[in-house]
């Protein structure tokens, strides 16, 4: 029962490090993954300490019409 508990805590500290790197601009995925290695606390502190990165802006693809003519 102890070790359910303790990886809730740890899935709880994982979730954090996603939603902190989600609002900092940072790819959430490798920051997860880093804090599976590495510690999700050190991460976490890391990323806090971390400025937020400009917002990207997305793409958009426009396609002309283009008309046949018979």
Request: glycine share 4%; proline share 4%; no cysteine.
């Amino acid at each position: 029962m102890d070790w359910i508990i303790v990886l809730l805590v740890y899935a709880a500290f994982i979730y954090g490090v996603y939603k902190l790197a989600k609002s900092k601009n940072r790819d959430p995925g490798g920051w997860m993954l880093a804090s599976i290695i590495i510690s999700p606390i050190i991460i976490l502190v890391i990323l806090t300490i971390m400025q937020k990165l400009p917002e990207t802006k997305k793409r958009v693809n426009k396609r002309k019409k283009v008309s046949k003519k018979n």
